[in-house]
């Protein structure tokens, strides 16, 4: 199964930071979609021990090693909106 990101408003480019919608012009959240979705293109640079779900439980592969400013194959968010 493969995983990816819904096209919903919250991945969207027009999707402005007062949560309206730039084309349609009518307050938006991550329930709507619609055909004018453009994925917004950003990177995250939060990425590392301290944002991973992993860090400082059993399920961590690298316990001795793991320490907020590193990151491994194994990082999965803390937050999941």
């Not at 819904?6 to 730039?22: F, K, L, P, R, V």
């Not at 592969?61 to 907020?68: F, W, Y």
């Amino acid at each position: 199964m493969a995983i990816r990101f819904s096209h919903s408003c919250d991945h969207c480019a027009n999707m402005e930071a007062t949560h309206m919608c730039a084309v349609h012009h009518v307050k938006v959240n991550h329930d709507y979609t619609c055909d004018s979705f453009d994925m917004k293109l950003a990177l995250k640079d939060d990425t590392s021990c301290a944002t991973c779900l992993r860090f400082s439980t059993p399920s961590c592969p690298n316990p001795t090693k793991a320490a907020p400013d590193m990151l491994c194959s194994h990082w999965g968010p803390k937050n999941i909106a």
